[in-house]
Nanobody, 123 residues
């Protein structure tokens, strides 16, 4: 089992920045690709970004490309999502997820999930 705990969400004005963290425990963190998803009220869970186990390969959704940066620190068992130039449409609960295989962009492909952290962007 892998336990994931997100933090860093909050309320920010449009154009602002937030940095989300995802702390992992339970299994060897570096054995898992990590991803961030988000879910707005009434909408499906949406892929945001994913990073390979070593951190060398990254993929972003078009909606966040150039604004968000995913990273990881395997020594700290933590993944991050730096969010810049935030827009009201970025408002959602943000979830981190882990899977042994890199590259998945669909929520059902991920085995482990955090509880989510709310991000609200005001206009």
């Amino acid at each position: 089992q892998v336990q994931l705990v997100e933090s860093g969400g909050g309320l920010v004005q449009a154009g602002g920045s937030l940095r989300l963290s995802c702390a992992a425990s339970g299994r060897t963190f570096s054995n898992y690709a990590m991803a961030w998803f988000r879910q707005a009220p009434g909408k499906d869970r949406e892929f945001v970004a994913t990073i390979s186990r070593s951190g060398t390969t990254i993929y972003y959704a078009d909606s966040v490309k150039g604004r968000f940066t995913i990273s990881r620190d395997n020594a700290k068992n933590t993944a991050y999502l730096q969010m810049n130039s935030l827009k009201p449409e970025d408002t959602a609960v943000y979830f981190c997820a882990a899977d042994r295989t890199y590259g998945a962009r669909y929520a059902p492909d991920y085995d482990y999930w955090g509880q989510g952290t709310q991000v609200t962007v005001s206009s």
